[in-house]
């Protein structure tokens, strides 16, 4: 079974690395008294942005545990049978074709190509 939110963890994953990693780039690069003030202002912006709405939806959404799916329209459906029933015509088709062509390939002799 899939967990619900694995994608929404993921992606948190993937923005921690990237800020960790730019994080430790910059400071070999600038130096080490970047290091603290850039972590200090990170940490400050990070929780303003996480106490306000971004953070309590993210919140909500781990909270529901999964998204909720929306039925798909009934045109849509329609669409998606119409599309089912010809693409079961064309499979048809295909061995009908197959066939015919097995068929005359059988009946004729086994000729090899010309050397």
Known sequence: MREPNVGLYTAITIVSVALLGA???LSVVIGEDFAVPALLTGAVMGTIVLRGPVGKALAERIHAGTLSRAE??????DEMYEMRSRMVELEERVDFTERLLATQRADEPAQLPPS
Do not use: D, K, Q
């Open 23 to 25: 994080f430790i780039a």
């Open 72 to 77: 798909p329209s009934p045109e849509l459906l």
